[in-house]
């Protein structure tokens, strides 16, 4: 079971750096003015940042067994999705004052497919990291 939650893991940063490719390619470094870009940079460094901490503590508990990095990687992982349904909501459409209506942000070139994988995938490395490091308890 903990070798299968790498690998969804794995497949959850493959996917991420497919989106994080179509966010740069667009611009999205490039649009740090306020109301140009929905996802600040703060929040995509961030979550790209803790994810692969999460992931380097989940490949230690593996190669090591110790039972304090699958708590920290349970830890970092909630962060991480936390901070990426911060994201999720920040680029569903919307016709608010700050919704910069006519403008093109690069995170409005994301693929709805890869959104939908990657959200997927996410959730389902979480529920698997919360139920194996539960499970240890």
């Keep these: 079971m903990r070798l299968i939650v790498w690998c969804a893991w794995v497949l959850t940063a493959v996917l991420g750096g497919y989106l994080a490719t179509v966010w740069i390619r667009h611009g999205g470094l490039r649009q740090r003015t306020p109301g140009v870009t929905r996802l600040p940079l703060w929040l995509v460094l961030g979550h790209v940042a803790l994810a692969v901490a999460g992931l380097a503590a989940w490949t ?25 349904f911060m994201m999720l909501l920040r680029w ?22 890869a ?12 529920l698997l990291v919360v139920l194996v490091v539960l499970r240890m308890a």
């Excluded at 459409?93 to 403008?103: C, K, L």
């Design 115 to 126: 959104v939908v994988a990657h959200g997927t995938s996410a959730g389902a490395t979480v």
């Design 60 to 84: 230690a508990y593996l190669l090591g067994g110790v039972r304090g990095s699958a708590w920290a990687a349970c830890a970092v992982v909630l962060v991480v999705a936390a901070f990426g």
């Design 92 to 113: 569903l459409p919307s016709s608010g004052r700050h919704s910069n209506a006519g403008g093109a942000t690069a995170e409005r070139h994301f693929p709805l497919t």
